[in-house]
T-cell receptor, first 113, second 114 residues
Framework: DAMVIQNPRYQVTQFGKPVTLSCSQT?????MYWYQQKSSQAPKLLFH???????NEADTPDNFQSRRPNTSFCFLDIRSPGLGDAAMYLC????????????FGPGTRLTVL | GQQVMQIPQYQHVQEGEDFTTYCNSS?????IQWYKQRPGGHPVFLIQ?????EVKKQKRLTFQFGEAKKNSSLHITATQTTDVGTYFC??????????????FGQGTILTVHP
């Protein structure tokens, strides 16, 4: 039973061509996170939603945006992907912020040509 | 800002040997979580420690949280090939305005040779 679903699993885009990654959850969790993970590195938090409240990390480039139209769905928009944005993008959820485990989706592998 | 350091970066062991990874935070933590990421997979939650000096066990895995709540360790006894993967610690800074943000360590990549 999938709990955090990400689509697509693999995305290829061209330099500068906007791309949208999607995440959905069946857990009814309040918090949804977007992480960027590059090869052999730790996940890096880009931003998160606590319900409808959007929280951006200070070092997240303006090139990255997010939308959460409802509890179940969250989108990551990369307005003008650069070669350095090629990475695995992980969506995660938790019931509350802080003292709660995070459930990760399988990730979307983004390739920028 | 908060930093979480994890060592070693890589560990190669023979099947049956023990394995330990260590995590140190620059600041006092409210809690520490451990995740395992299999090759090609996504992080999967293993456990959370909250209390000073806490020790928890899951079969062959033993997790410890330091008395000062600034360090933690994961010990695997008698490794098996199924233990292969990257083990991440992730901590939440105590107090402050971090809203409970998890800061991940760099991870330890475990390879087990049969």
């Amino acid at each position: 039973d999938a709990m955090v679903i990400q689509n697509p699993r693999y995305q290829v885009t061209q330099f500068g061509k906007p791309v949208t990654l999607s995440c959905s959850q069946t857990l009814n969790h309040n918090v949804m996170y977007w992480y960027q993970q590059k090869s052999s590195q730790a996940p890096k938090l880009l931003f998160h939603y606590y319900d409808k409240d959007f929280n951006n990390e200070a070092d997240t480039p303006d090139n990255f945006q997010s939308r959460r139209p409802n509890t179940s769905f969250c989108f990551l928009d990369i307005r003008s992907p650069g070669l350095g944005d090629a990475a695995m993008y992980l969506c995660a959820t938790s019931r509350v912020r802080g003292l709660d485990e995070q459930f990760f989706g399988p990730g979307t592998r983004l390739t920028v040509l | 800002g908060q930093q979480v350091m994890q060592i070693p970066q890589y560990q190669h062991v023979q099947e049956g040997e023990d394995f330990t990874t260590y995590c140190n935070s620059s600041t006092t933590l409210s809690n520490i979580q451990w995740y395992k990421q299999r090759p090609g997979g996504h992080p999967v939650f293993l456990i959370q420690l909250v209390k000073s000096g806490e020790v928890k066990k899951q079969k062959r895995l033993t997790f410890q949280f330091g008395e000062a709540k600034k360090n933690s360790s994961l010990h695997i006894t008698a490794t098996q090939t199924t233990d292969v993967g990257t083990y991440f610690c992730a901590g939440t800074a105590a107090g402050g305005t971090s809203y409970g943000k998890l800061t991940f360590g760099q991870g330890t990549i475990l390879t087990v040779h049969p």
